[in-house]
Nanobody
Framework: QVQLVESGGGSVQAGGSLRLSCAAS????????MGWYRQAPGKERELVAL???????TYADSVKDRFTISRDNVKNTATLQMNRLKPEDTAIYYC????????????????WGQGTQVTVSS
């Protein structure tokens, strides 16, 4: 089992910045991928950014050039730096970790954090 603890988030005006951090503990030595998803009210959960243990990064088109994900494989932490935030970035952000198994393009099993609220006002 892997436990994920998130920190950061909060409220900011449009154009501002926030940083989210996620720390993995437990059976975390074989995590294949870490990332962030978000869910806005009335919408489905969507991928924001993902980084593999090998450093391959995927961003949602809506956050490219504004958000940066990084990872410390030794400490098993992942950070999402969010710049030039927009009101449409408002959502609950969830840390995700997956692995060590890999099949058909995805790591498994998956683990989720409790979520942290990000609110961007116009």
């Amino acid at each position: 089992q892997v436990q994920l603890v998130e920190s950061g988030g909060g409220s900011v005006q449009a154009g501002g910045s926030l940083r989210l951090s996620c720390a993995a503990s437990g059976s975390s030595t074989s995590i294949g991928a870490m990332g962030w998803y978000r869910q806005a009210p009335g919408k489905e959960r969507e991928l924001v950014a993902l980084i593999t243990s090998g450093g391959r990064i995927t961003y949602a088109d809506s956050v490219k050039d504004r958000f940066t994900i990084s990872r410390d494989n030794v400490k098993n932490t992942a950070t999402l730096q969010m710049n030039r935030l927009k009101p449409e970035d408002t959502a609950i952000y969830y840390c995700n970790a997956a692995g060590p198994h890999y099949y058909s393009g995805s790591y498994y099993p998956e683990y989720w954090g409790q979520g942290t609220q990000v609110t961007v006002s116009s």
